[in-house]
T-cell receptor, first 111, second 112 residues
Framework: QKEVEQNSGPLSVPEGAIASLNCTYS??????FFWYRQYSGKSPELIMS????GDKEDGRFTAQLNKASQYVSLLIRDSQPSDSATYLCLAYEAAGNKLTFGGGTRVLVKP | IAGITQAPTSQILAAGRRMTLRCTQDMRHNAMYWYRQDLGLGLRLIHYSNTAGTTGKGEVPDGYSVSRANTDDFPLTLASAVPSQTSVYFC???????????FGSGTRLTVV
């Protein structure tokens, strides 16, 4: 089992809808979590970070962390065609400075 | 320079040749990393360095070597390239406080 799991997709959502992406992790000591967006042929770019249980909102993006259940999610509200990309989940464990990526979820927003 | 610079942007390399991919950052991040990304396999860690003077092996280190003589530079060397090393290579850096990665723009390498 991979340490950080994501559904590879593609997740197809109509324009204007909410895209919901999930990420589960197996290492209970992971402390910080990050969501990256990667457009085809480009490098990943950081869009959200979350460190505490609960929700964190930034514009149309909301990250949700539940450490007891070991999952982190990303919601994209009012999805736009420009949101079509692969979204990567990253878990960080401080003691070993260990950063682990999930395999990514491809999102397709259809006009 | 702002962030991380990788060079070259792309390269076609004959099998058996030696190649060094360059990576330079200006953010004074302690940790630096080399990843390769292949279709269907995601990002796989090749080598990393938590601080200048130290390096470590990642998930797929075979055929690659790195050095970290100073904070800013982290070159990746392929001693004798093989076609299976055809990939997109990303250099990344982070501070040790867990603020996530900053990525370079990548090097697309084709070994023929």
């Amino acid at each position: 089992q991979k340490e950080v799991e994501q559904n590879s997709g593609p997740l197809s959502v109509p324009e204007g809808a909410i895209a919901s992406l999930n990420c589960t992790y197996s290492d209970r000591v992971s402390q910080s979590f990050f969501w990256y967006r990667q457009y085809s042929g480009k490098s990943p770019e950081l869009i959200m970070s979350i460190y505490s249980n609960g929700d964190k909102e930034d514009g149309r993006f909301t990250a949700q962390l539940n450490k007891a259940s070991q999952y982190v999610s990303l919601l994209i509200r009012d999805s736009q065609p420009s949101d079509s990309a692969t979204y990567l989940c990253l878990a960080y464990e401080a003691a070993g400075n260990k950063l682990t990526f999930g395999g990514g979820t491809r999102v397709l927003v259809k006009p | 320079i702002a962030g991380i610079t990788q060079a070259p942007t792309s390269q076609i390399l004959a099998a058996g040749r030696r190649m060094t991919l360059r990576c330079t950052q200006d953010m004074r991040h302690n940790a630096m990393y080399w990843y390769r990304q292949d279709l269907g396999l995601g990002l796989r860690l090749i080598h990393y360095s938590n601080t200048a003077g130290t390096t470590g092996k990642g998930e797929v280190p075979d055929g690659y070597s790195v050095s970290r003589a100073n904070t800013d530079d982290f070159p990746l060397t392929l001693a004798s390239a093989v076609p299976s090393q055809t990939s997109v290579y990303f250099c990344a850096s982070s501070d040790l406080q867990g603020a996530g990665y900053t990525f370079g723009s990548g090097t697309r390498l084709t070994v023929v």
